[in-house]
């Protein structure tokens, strides 16, 4: 697992700052790139005054009696994510008061768990297909977003790469325009 330096991730702040004018107080976040963190990452991030990270995955359907899609967390009782793949998480562990996860929750096409989506999942091939289909893509996102809505309302995000956004953006309004007033359909749950 990487384990990057308080210099990196320091330097990675600075760069925001300065290159994007994005004040130093509104970082609030972090992601580590390709979701590779170490129990290091995690208490770095909570001793530098971050409020939460969103690095953990949960792959296993909400509907599913093992799920792991919980509720975004604090880390006070430790890590529910993850758990086989991250030394040093689970079973109580890392305990950082106050810090909180905000597991990225898989998509899930007719395959199941054989079938899961989660960056860019626009671009992905549905169903064990071998080519994109808008149609069978969408259908996979709202299911997927119904379940959640209907189990616990957990939340769930759309994530991208930012330069699919910059190529991909009409494509993405036209394929999830009937998955997002279905979520804007919704009565608005508060927390």
């Not at 079973?91 to 106050?98: D, Q, S, T």
């Amino acid at each position: 697992m990487a384990d990057p330096s308080s210099n990196e991730i320091n330097g990675n702040l600075i760069a925001l700052n300065a290159l994007a004018g994005i004040p130093m107080s509104s970082i609030q976040g972090f992601r580590a790139p390709y979701l590779n963190y170490s129990v290091n990452t995690l208490k770095y991030l909570h001793e530098a005054g971050f409020t939460y990270d969103s690095s953990a995955s949960s792959c296993t359907p909400v509907n599913d009696p093992d799920t792991d899609a919980f509720w975004p967390y604090t880390l006070d009782s430790g890590m529910a994510n993850d758990c086989l793949m991250v030394e040093g998480i689970c079973k109580g562990e890392p305990k950082l008061p106050g810090f909180w996860e905000v597991p990225m929750y898989c998509f899930f096409d007719k395959n199941g768990v054989a079938g899961t989506h989660l960056m860019d999942p626009w671009l992905d091939m549905a169903n064990g297909n071998t080519q994109v289909d808008n149609k069978a893509t969408l259908d996979y996102l709202k299911s997927t977003f119904t379940d959640h809505y209907n189990a616990k309302r957990q939340p769930i995000g759309l994530y991208t790469h930012p330069i699919h956004l910059s190529v991909c953006i009409i494509a993405f309004a036209f394929v999830t325009t009937d998955g997002l007033i279905l979520a804007f359909g919704r009565p608005l749950i508060q927390v």
